[in-house]
């Protein structure tokens, strides 16, 4: 039991600085410049996700491992209240942006196969996107 708690103490330790770092270096995007989306822009969405996954992804070392993909969800997160799988990083949004940026924002996860059997938290996308007029499409936080 008390190797449980210390354990547990070290990794709290740990694990907590790189969570703050991480929530601390999201640029929230202006909601009041984020454009109303629905589920009818879906087909213009999957379309700018053909460039702006490789943008994201194809930019080091290993962007063959990254050259082929599939899109797991594609959807405004409002859609992904109660959604297995999806409805935490509609949460995670909703918790560092506000609930606003997250109603006009979207999620893509992606799936990475060339990855598969190398590393699983790297066969995993995660991109939370908004479209404002200046930019179109765009990523505000890169989950994965």
Known sequence: MKRLFIWTILVSVFLFPIIEVSASSID???????EQTSLEDKQEFLKAL????PEMYGSDEDADKYGEWKIITATPFPKTVGVFRDDIYRRIAANYCGE????KSWLARIYFPKWEGVSSSLSQGQLFLAKNEEQGWFVWFCYH
């Open 50 to 53: 053909e460039t702006i996954i």
């Open 28 to 34: 929230c995007p202006d909601v009041n410049k984020l």
């Open 100 to 103: 606003d940026v997250s109603s």
